[in-house]
């Protein structure tokens, strides 16, 4: 497993150690290509992005399919009480989601604001975790990820606090404890108590070619992960022609997860 472990980081991490080049703005990805090693075959792209169209999210009621696929493909543990759980991509209702947006409300389709709505990591442009983490155990990549190193992290949870959206957890427990009896995924390796984790939109399959785990799993066709710095890709085609979202955007962040709404 510690070799595992060596493998993931070593792909996951090399090119944020490189560093970053700074957003420009909605469609235009880093200012210039950063120059990193990629693996043979692996996805390229300048700006990663997530779409989740909620005309076709929830659909097929009950569906957990895309949180299953997660849970299984990253080794997520299940526990009981709230304070020791651990998500990367859950569902919450709208008006968790969007708590600064009453204003839209009447432009907003009833039934949609009736659905559970996908939340996970932002993977921001102007991610404030990264500013605030004392170890850079957090930092983002040149393609816009955000990415973590769990053997940098100290467990100050200062990222946590920083993170407006709720999508990061800490480990109170060994997260191994979470896991027995499960059918596990030694392709990924499992964390330690006393360290945050969150949605890393599946660096590890970029790596290899493949799309995030949660995408590929969604037979609705909801969930759509591209490249923001194309402007033939089939995010940019779905913003242009869609209405959509993002969380929280008076703070500045810059999201990298959009909802389709109509």
């Known amino acids: 497993m510690e070799l595992k472990r060596r493998q993931f980081l070593k792909i996951a991490g090399a090119a944020g150690l490189l560093g970053a080049g700074a957003a420009q703005g909605l469609f235009e990805g880093t200012a210039q290509a950063s120059r990193v090693m990629h693996p043979e075959g692996a996805?390229?792209?300048k700006?990663?992005?997530?779409?989740?169209?909620?005309?076709?999210?929830?659909?097929?009621?009950?569906?957990?399919?895309?949180?299953?696929?997660?849970?299984?493909?990253h080794n997520i543990p299940h526990f009981d009480t709230p304070k020791e759980e651990i998500k990367w991509i859950w569902k919450d209702e709208?008006?968790?989601?969007?708590?600064?947006?009453?204003?839209?409300?009447?432009?907003?389709?009833?039934?949609?604001?009736?659905?559970?709505?996908?939340?996970?990591?932002?993977?921001?442009?102007?991610?404030?975790?990264?500013?605030?983490?004392?170890?850079?155990?957090?930092?983002?990549?040149?393609?816009g990820i955000v990415a973590m190193d769990y053997h940098r992290c100290i467990g100050c949870r200062f990222c946590m606090a920083a993170c407006p959206y709720g999508s990061r957890n800490f480990n109170?427990?060994?997260?191994?404890?979470?896991?027995?009896?499960?059918?596990?995924?030694?392709?990924?390796?499992?964390r330690m108590r006393g360290v945050v984790e969150k949605c890393n939109f599946c660096v590890e399959r970029l790596a290899k070619g493949k799309m995030p785990a949660c995408v590929e799993a969604c037979k609705e066709g909801a969930?759509?992960?591209?490249?923001?710095?194309?402007?033939?890709?089939?995010?940019?085609?779905?913003?242009?022609?869609?209405?959509?979202?993002?969380?929280?955007?008076?703070?500045?962040?810059?999201?990298?997860?959009?909802?389709?709404?109509?």
């Open 43 to 45: 996805l390229i792209g």
């Open 223 to 262: 969930l759509t992960f591209g490249d923001l710095a194309d402007p033939n890709s089939e995010v940019r085609k779905l913003l242009s022609e869609n209405y959509a979202l993002r969380r929280k955007p008076q703070l500045g962040t810059k999201p990298s997860v959009f909802y389709i709404i109509a």
């Open 172 to 190: 109170w427990r060994d997260p191994r404890l979470g896991l027995k009896g499960r059918k596990l995924n030694y392709e990924f390796p499992t």
């Open 94 to 143: 709208y008006e968790h989601v969007f708590t600064d947006i009453s204003t839209l409300d009447p432009y907003v389709p009833e039934r949609i604001k009736e659905l559970p709505f996908l939340v996970m990591c932002n993977h921001c442009d102007n991610p404030p975790c990264v500013r605030v983490c004392p170890t850079k155990a957090t930092f983002r990549r040149p393609d």
């Open 47 to 73: 700006r990663w992005a997530m779409v989740i169209d909620m005309r076709k999210c929830g659909e097929k009621e009950g569906c957990n399919d895309c949180i299953n696929a997660c849970n299984f493909v």
